[in-house]
């Protein structure tokens, strides 16, 4: 992501030029770059917006002044413009609007209750977050609230006696809430600083977690609630932080599993877009595969150049590229068919070295999702596929629609259902598109049309 925006910024500075044009090649760039991340369209959009506004008429005056030749101070300086919007710009994407980052007291008990689903990297992320603060001399401890997973407890004593920090869990003891309790009881008395607590996220059910979290919340009153989130998802991890952030007053989040994963960027504008402070971020399974979150530094490091040369090993990919700008018009006219869909769907099973090396961001379940969407997909016609059919046009149910819905199960060997979950989605996406399409988001493109 970084070294497609970096290497898009380069040219601009490096170029004699700075016109409308060049601006434009310079946001289709990054609108494709952080699109690619899966950063929200919307979000995207609003981003490509606000630095044309912001750059936009100077860079039309200075051509009136100067016209094309011009290589002075004023150039330099339009360069600077340029990078600088691009820079606030995503930084505000990925700043919460209104939050407030909860800040640890010396010399008096910080409890941090830790939560988030099954596997997200609570209890790594514990470890990670106690090496961080025990490196800069703070007093930490850990409990094992997680009385669900047989070995949660062994997990964190052995990273806690890896880090010789103390914890605090019982192997017997079934009643989270009572060694929450107990546990930061023991370590306040004890005048540790930072005392965390690990929980499960066992619940299958989210109002049964719910109601686990809030009554170790209620018995331990902690300073601070850190929801714990996997980035692998991408932007559909809003939901999620929405649903902790609403049940249980979540402080601060830590975003985990980021090494090297393609929808990292999805992930931490869907956890801003939340109005949570993102606090740490993991990206490994070691103990320092931890970093302190700052949108600032981290868009500076991601538009640091000097990754020009991934980038265009990146490029040699040059079939996707061209999709991606075929889709790209489409898209400006607002025209997102079943076909476009499946290209979608395409990508996003697109096996790559990186992708099996690092593992895929789909789960199996999503896989088997887009390939059965896939598969009834094949049992349509052209004309379906291209967009050439109603859908979703009359009012109840039109009998030709029906028909047509019933021939595609059969064909793919679905039932009707799962033909019609496939149609709303498109629905969905379809309206997206069209709305941005509308709202002339790719305003370039839109405007060779006219
Ligand atoms: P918990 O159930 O929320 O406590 O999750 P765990 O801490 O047990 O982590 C689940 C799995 O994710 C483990 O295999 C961890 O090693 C792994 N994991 C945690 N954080 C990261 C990370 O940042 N990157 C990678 N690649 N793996 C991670
Ligand atoms: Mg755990």
Partial sequence: LGGKIAYGLSKLTSSSIVDAQALEDLLSSITRALIE??????????????????????????????????????????????????????????TPKKSKAYKMKRNKPNVMLFVGLQGAGKTTSIAKFANYYQRKGWK???????????????????????LRI?????????????????????????????????????????????????????????????????????????????GFREAVNVGSVIVTKLDGHAKGGGALSAVAATQSPIMFLGSGEKFDDFELFSAQSFVSKLLGIGDVKGWEEEMKDVKTAADKDELMKKMSKGEFTLRDLYKQFE?????????????????????????????????????????????????????????????IA????????????????????????????KSGMFKGNAKQKQ
């Avoid at 401890?141 to 997973?149: E, G, K």
């Avoid at 016609?381 to 629609?401: A, M």
């Avoid at 059969?410 to 941005?436: F, R």
Wanted: with cysteine; glycine share 6%.
């Fill in 347 to 407: 990508d996003q099973l697109m096996v790559t070295p990186m992708s099996k090396l690092i593992g895929q961001g789909l789960t199996e379940d999503n896989k088997k999702q887009l390939k059965k969407f896939m598969t009834i997909m094949d049992s349509m016609t052209n004309k379906e596929l291209d967009g050439k059919v109603d859908w979703h046009g009359k009012k109840g149910t039109d009998k030709s629609i029906e028909s047509r819905i019933k021939r």
């Fill in 166 to 242: 103390p914890f605090y869990g019982s192997y017997t003891e079934a009643d989270p809430v009572l060694i929450a309790e107990e546990g930061v009881e023991q370590f306040v008395k004890d005048k540790y600083e930072i005392i965390i607590v690990d929980t499960s996220g066992r619940h299958k059910q989210e109002g049964a977690l719910f109601e686990e979290m809030q009554e170790i919340s209620a018995a331990i009153r902690p300073d601070n609630t850190i929801f714990v989130i996997d980035a692998t998802q991408g932007q559909a991890i809003y939901d999620q932080a929405m």
């Fill in 410 to 437: 059969k064909g793919s060997g679905t039932h009707p259902l799962e033909v019609k979950l496939l149609l709303q989605q498109h629905k969905q996406q379809e309206a997206m598109v069209s709305k941005m399409g």
């Fill in 37 to 94: 991340a899966d950063v929200n369209v919307n979000l995207v959009m609003q981003l490509k917006i606000n630095i044309q506004e912001r750059v936009g008429v100077a860079i039309e005056k200075h051509q009136e002044e100067h016209g094309n030749g011009s290589n002075d101070a004023t150039l330099l300086s339009l360069q600077k413009m340029v990078q600088k919007a691009v820079m606030d710009e995503l930084t505000v994407l990925l």
């Fill in 140 to 162: 930490v401890a850990m409990v094992c609230a997680d009385t669900f997973r047989a070995g949660a407890f062994d997990q964190l004593k052995q990273n806690a006696t890896k």
